[in-house]
């Protein structure tokens, strides 16, 4: 295979200094963690990559594309599955569920569960089953691991109860089998899509709702779900394919008309400045969580920089941005240098349509309301209600409806929130 080497020197030096990075940056937070990542070779697990490239902590490797070059499989980067590893809290003798196969994760859960715990890794393609059943051979796991082949939308009855079930492939929604196939005192970990958003949440059981409550989350991203949990965004392809709009979450507050913002950016844009500030080294995922929950119309923005006509102005060369529809109007984020001496970065908008200043300057206080209350802090509490479940049995938040769940997503109180100025709604 394209880059795959035989030559294995170095190895111990790579692995190590691997180990030390991710102790640094707290994903590995355990001795049995550690444990696992030093007896499991790795790159015994990614033949496609040199040594260099399978030990990168922050790499990943695609394993599979489709025709248009869209990753189908891929092996998480250490960093992500450290995290997830820590995470999930696995105790020796444990019974695991990982849905999303590729053959390295469940040869660390196999270390983290010992001779006396079972490790189940699932996948809808028997390509990827295939390649992890031949890998987890090579490396000396195939009796500790059981490969299945399978839609994981039901996940695995006949291994189940479950006491931790991990997914590692970018999940829309949460079916009903993953819930129920969790032992009581279980944790699932999955990478939930909220609004466009991808999260890696750690749920525990909520046995008073009969759905799950988030106790971690950290902003990841995934190879999307395939099979019947798979999900395709809404598009809205404006001037022949400038600039496209996706909209991820069915929006009930904002009907989107066939040609309602044709033209909209012919109108005068309008500029406003938050004042708001993000650190250059600093994490997104709060902010785009923040107006994700309180604008009703959020989506993302892509320019296609080979139809660029300047009509959409992002700083250097950034192709997409946090944008809200709302009816005609449209508006989309960017940054420039901020005034301060910190080298941070100001959050701005510019906005389009009949009512472009009002959608503005709403999005730019919401932004203000990020930066004063929310920057730094917790991020989001997220809960899991199954389907169908009534609004009043359900706290205040924003609530986005999927195909099996309802997502909660609610924001520590502040004195600004306290006094009426949070701008959360019930649902989508």
């Known amino acids: 295979m394209t880059g795959m080497t035989t030559d294995h020197t170095g190895i111990d030096e790579l692995r190590e200094a691997a180990i030390a990075e991710l102790r640094s940056a707290g994903t590995i937070a355990s001795k049995e963690?550690?444990?696992?990542f030093r007896a499991v070779p790795r790159h015994v697990f990614i033949p496609e990559a040199d040594l260099a490239t399978a030990w990168d902590p922050y790499r990943a490797v695609v394993t599979k594309r489709d025709e248009h070059g869209n990753a189908l499989s891929s092996v998480s980067d250490m960093h992500v599955q450290s995290y997830m590893l820590t995470e999930a809290r696995i105790e020796p003798g444990m019974n695991v569920l990982e849905i999303g196969s590729g053959g390295y994760n469940a040869a660390l859960i196999a270390e983290l569960v010992g001779p006396d715990g079972r490790v189940t890794t699932v996948d809808i393609d028997p390509w990827v089953t295939d390649r992890a059943g031949r890998l987890l051979d090579a490396a000396g796991y195939s009796s500790r691991v059981e490969v299945v082949l399978a839609d994981a939308e039901a996940g695995v009855p006949d291994g189940a109860p479950y006491?931790?079930?991990?997914?590692?492939v970018g999940s829309w929604d949460i079916p009903p089998a993953w819930i129920e196939q969790l032992t009581d005192d279980g944790l699932l970990v999955v990478p939930l899509r909220m609004r466009g958003l991808t999260r890696t949440i750690a749920f525990a059981k909520d046995p008073a709702t009969g759905g799950l409550q988030s106790v971690g989350a950290k902003l990841f991203g995934f190879?999307?779900?395939?099979?019947s949990g798979s999900h395709q965004a809404k598009l809205v392809v404006l001037r022949d394919g400038e600039v496209t709009l996706r909209f991820d979450d069915d929006d009930h507050t904002t009907v989107l008309e066939p040609g309602l913002l044709d033209g909209v950016f012919d109108t005068e844009r309008v500029e406003v400045w938050s004042g708001a500030v993000i650190g250059n080294f600093e994490l997104l995922d709060t902010v785009q969580m923040?107006?994700?929950?309180?604008?009703?119309?959020?989506?993302?923005l892509t320019l296609d920089r080979d139809k660029d006509s300047g009509v959409v102005s992002l700083p250097g060369t950034r192709t997409m941005a946090m944008a809200v529809v709302d009816g005609p109007d449209l508006a989309y984020i960017l940054t420039r240098p901020s005034a301060q001496a910190d080298k941070s970065s100001e959050f701005g908008v510019h906005a389009y349509g009949p009512r472009a200043r009002e959608l503005a300057e709403r999005v730019a206080e919401q932004l203000r309301v990020w930066g004063r209350d929310h920057r730094g802090g917790p991020g989001p509490c997220y809960r899991i209600y199954p389907a169908g479940t009534a609004d009043a049995l359900i706290p205040d938040g924003r609530v986005i409806d999927k195909r099996h769940v309802r997502v909660l997503i609610s924001w520590p109180q502040?004195?600004?929130t306290d006094a009426g100025q949070d701008a959360s709604s019930r649902s989508t």
């Not at 963690?33 to 696992?36: F, H, I, K, N, P």
């Not at 190879?223 to 099979?227: A, D, E, L, R």
């Open 33 to 36: 963690v550690e444990a696992a």
């Open 163 to 168: 006491d931790r079930i991990l997914v590692t």
């Open 290 to 300: 923040w107006m994700a929950t309180t604008q009703p119309g959020f989506c993302w």
């Open 223 to 227: 190879v999307p779900m395939q099979g």
């Open 414 to 416: 502040t004195a600004a």
